[in-house]
């Protein structure tokens, strides 16, 4: 029967996503970037609304939530998974809005009158059926699909605005945002690139002999010299895995020292981040900030067994290191973060 | 002596009976006698002589310039009263005489007028000066309690790598010595196109002749062990240098018609010459080689050689003795009352000493953990862990990337230093002034210790102007069976940069613990001055 067909198809394709994220996760399967991440937990999301069995909005939000919990299960650092999962059904309460004929406005204020007086009670209104809503949600879903797709040349047109010739940049690892931006402004502008090589996974390397390609001066330095050269950058870009609601970061391994550097030296701190990496989160869960990797990466000696050693992947950086965030949707300062979420989140969905 | 060093010679063969006057007025200089007169003038006409010399081979002689020059070491002369600055007369005419060169002309007259009023001023100031007393010929000048010292300072030659002047300098100096000049390797950053940057492949013994004449072969040994990494570390490379000085002056025979004290020292010369072609010196190693080039000359003339070199040897001895172990111990007494039960210390890298302060706090029985922070591309902190965990101490192994992750465990921070500057800033292995700053950010006491020998007159205040490059193809690693960076030279446009030195500011250092107590970071120039007093 096609229905049950569909169906199969459906939770093997999940399957399949699933086991690609816990494959990442561990460093067995291809390394992919945040990017390809979120196109494709899109690209599934608009999979699952048009085939799974839904009767109302209420139901679809369901079936989203419980996929979107085994996902975020399989892979907890990479949150490009949960934001898009977030996004689609803030997408699914706004269609639903729409088709409702109420106004955006009026339902998503939060004022405190209207929690008081109306009590939480918007979860019943979603059990209406629309015949259009499916339509209209797989096109916002495109829509959303096509905003992903423009995300890295959105931000790399900014990169003449804050480039002039000259200068010397400082960046950490192996960001491809950061690697456009720098090549768009390479193409008119002559300027220096010092890139921190980022021990032990040393991406810094590929960054540099990237950057080389377009004729970019770049210097590779090990990371216990970030301090000694600061002195003489004018700019640190750097690229992140995670831009927290507080307006943090949860970036690579040694960018905390970097951003503690460039502070000490009032040097600005740019964040090349695109939209899809903001995520609700804040950074008071220990457990969340860090990943350990396997310390043999580190160690290779038989005194092992002797001694604690650590690896971690990922380091905070409070808000008040970064100077400016760059995004798709262009320029914004730390302090505004909280209010660009609001805007791309429902509140309810925080939570999975 | 007036003729090493400080003159540009062509060979070594030169009148030995010109050489002898001029060892005459050396020597009287030496004991603090007015030069008289008539041996002024000789000593002027004969460098002269030499410039005129010199000149000859390069083309038309420039008057001028010879009349500058004339006037210059007549001044330059009183003001330098002993033998280490012996080679500030070269430099300052050079510079003076370039300078003189651009100005306009001035007639011959006006030039010894000139010359006349500067003698005069001179005289009487030097006048006022020895009535002070007696001055012990040989030392360094000493900074009188009513009047500061000139800086006639020689800019080292290994942070003058883009100057070709210099270059050429060092090596016709080289050439004279009969020491190998050694050539840099690989893209420079732009940013450091004044130091040398040398590869570990080339070592600089591969134009030496086997067995060495000039050098000593123990000295040869030593470079090589200093090149190519086998020696690193402040105490050790001044502890194996001292050590072989022993083995040099053993097999020092005093040639006839020379003085001991006089010649040795001349020995020495192209020994450091070769050592600081093999890796630049560190500031302790500068230190020591001052030390022992004050005691040969101190040795009398009387002085028989097999008593004069069993002196020297005590001497040696006895300064390895006070100001590395003796040192030691006492910054380790100090040391271990700041370390209390419970701490979690961290280390950086391979100090010699942080390792003894921390195997005898721990033989005191004091209950701490310790918290290694290891760096690309030496990874010292691996040989440190070694020591660590044989003693029996718990340990724990992490990169610096990783440090803001461990540093709200850290109860307090102690670091070793290369060498500690005038202005109070910390010259160290680099990272240094990273973990400085993380700890400082949060709130954990940073503790700096050192001894006395590595007190440096220098002042610096930024990574840039004095570093070591080390070999550029340490950064290359393979991870995956790939390695990026494995053709670097190739691509243009890309650099790679392996810094070996950072300087610390003192307003991240809490504390600096010396042997001659805990001190704050500002209270190195005190200490200098007081040491110098004492010698």
């Known amino acids: 029967m096609p229905g049950a067909d569909k169906e199969t198809d459906l939770s093997e394709r999940i399957e399949s996503f699933l086991s690609e994220l816990k494959r990442c996760g561990s460093g067995a399967g291809s390394l992919r970037g945040s990017a390809e991440t979120a196109r494709e937990t899109t690209a599934l999301l608009r999979r699952i609304t048009a085939q799974a069995r839904w009767g109302n909005a209420g139901e679809l939000m369901e079936i989203i939530r419980k996929e979107g919990r085994r996902m975020t299960a399989a892979q907890p650092s990479e949150t490009t998974v949960g934001n898009m999962i977030r996004r689609v059904l803030k997408i699914i309460r706004e269609e639903y809005a729409r088709s409702r004929g109420s106004s955006e406005e009026t339902d998503q204020q939060e004022s405190l009158h209207k929690l008081l007086t109306s009590g939480g009670s918007s979860e019943d209104n979603f059990r209406q059926h629309f015949t259009h809503l499916k339509a209209n949600v797989i096109e916002a879903i495109n829509e959303l699909l096509t905003e992903l797709e423009g995300t890295t040349d959105n931000i790399s047109m900014q990169a003449l605005e804050h480039i002039h010739s000259n200068e010397v940049i400082m960046t950490i690892g192996r960001s491809r945002t950061v690697e456009a931006f720098l090549k768009d402004a390479a193409r008119k502008r002559k300027f220096h690139v010092i890139v921190a090589e980022c021990a032990p996974f040393c991406q810094g390397h590929e960054m540099a002999t990237s950057l080389c390609k377009e004729d970019i001066e770049t210097t590779v330095i090990p990371d216990a010299a970030i301090f000694a050269v600061m002195s003489r950058v004018n700019k640190v870009i750097i690229g992140t895995q995670t831009v927290l609601a507080n307006g943090g970061l949860r970036a690579v391994n040694g960018t905390h020292t970097l951003a503690l550097a460039a502070k000490h030296h009032s040097t600005p701190l740019i964040v090349c981040a695109p939209m899809f990496k903001l995520s609700p989160q804040v950074p008071d869960t220990p457990y969340n900030h860090t990943k350990l990797k396997s310390v043999d990466t580190i160690l290779y000696i038989h005194i092992l067994s002797k001694v604690n050693a650590h690896c971690p992947v990922f380091d905070y950086v409070p808000p008040e290191l970064i100077t400016l965030f760059i995004s798709n949707i262009g320029g914004n300062a730390p302090s505004y973060i909280y209010r660009l979420m609001s805007e791309l989140y429902h509140p309810e969905d925080h939570e999975l | ?535």
């Open chain 2, 1 to 535: 002596m007036a003729d090493s060093d400080g003159r540009q010679v062509d060979g070594v063969n030169h009148a030995t009976d010109k050489d002898v006057k001029l060892q005459e007025i050396a020597l009287a200089k030496n004991e603090g006698k007015e030069l008289t007169k008539e041996e002024k003038q000789r000593l002027r006409k004969e460098k002269k002589q030499h410039k005129k010399n010199k000149k000859d081979d390069k083309g038309p002689p420039e008057k001028e310039k010879e009349k500058e020059k004339a006037s210059v070491p007549a001044p330059s002369k009183p003001a330098t009263q002993s033998p280490a600055h012996k080679a500030a007369p070269a430099p300052v005419h050079a510079s003076e005489s370039a300078a003189a060169a651009e100005k306009p002309a001035k007639s011959k007259a006006e030039l010894r007028a000139e010359r006349r009023a500067r003698q005069d001023s001179e005289r009487t100031s030097k006048q006022g000066k020895k009535e002070g007393g007696q001055q012990s010929a040989s030392s360094k000048p000493k900074a009188t309690p009513n009047e500061l010292q000139p800086v006639v300072k020689r800019l080292p030659e290994h942070v003058q790598v883009d100057d070709p002047a210099a270059l050429k300098k060092l090596a016709k100096k080289l050439e004279r010595q009969q020491v190998p000049l050694r050539s840099d390797y690989g893209y420079k950053v732009s940013l450091f196109s004044h130091l040398h940057q040398y590869s570990r492949k080339s070592p600089p013994t591969l134009q030496i002749s086997i067995p060495a004449t000039v050098i000593h072969p123990s000295i040869v040994r030593l470079g090589l062990q200093y090149s190519q990494g086998i020696i690193a570390g402040s105490n050790a490379r001044s502890v194996a240098l001292l050590h072989t000085f022993k083995q040099v002056i053993q097999d020092y025979s005093t040639p006839p018609n020379e003085e001991l004290s006089r010649d040795l020292v001349n020995k020495l010369s192209p020994y450091i010459s070769f050592l600081s072609q093999c890796r630049p010196l560190s500031a302790s190693m500068g230190n020591a080689i001052k030390y022992i080039k004050k005691e040969i000359s101190n040795i009398p003339s009387q002085c028989k050689e097999e008593e004069a070199k069993g002196k020297l040897q005590a001497c040696i001895d006895s300064y390895i003795n006070e100001k590395i172990i003796l040192a030691s111990e006492a910054i380790s007494k100090y040391a271990i009352e700041k370390i209390s039960d419970g701490d979690v210390i961290l280390v950086y890298g391979c100090s010699s000493l942080v390792n003894h302060i921390l195997c005898k706090a721990f033989e005191k029985q004091r209950k701490f953990r310790v918290i290694v922070v290891d760096s690309r591309p030496r990874l010292e902190g691996r040989e440190a862990l070694r020591r660590l965990v044989k003693k029996g101490i718990r340990c724990t192994y992490v990169l610096i990337s990783a440090l803001s992750y461990i540093l709200p465990e850290v109860s307090k921070v102690f670091l070793g230093a290369h060498a500690l500057l005038a202005n109070g800033y910390v010259m160290s292995r680099v990272g240094t002034s990273q973990i400085a700053l993380v700890a400082k950010a949060y709130n954990v006491p940073v503790l700096v210790c050192c001894e006395t020998y590595k007190f440096c007159e220098r002042v610096q205040t930024d990574s840039f102007v004095s570093n070591e490059l080390d070999d550029p193809d340490d950064l290359i690693v393979t991870r995956n069976g790939k390695s990026h960076l494995e053709n670097w030279q190739t691509v243009k446009s890309l650099g790679l940069l392996n810094l070996v030195y950072d300087v610390t500011p003192p307003d991240f250092v809490d504390l600096v613990i010396t042997d001659l107590g805990m001190i704050p970071c500002t209270s190195v120039p005190v200490v200098l001055r007081v040491k110098n007093v004492d010698q």
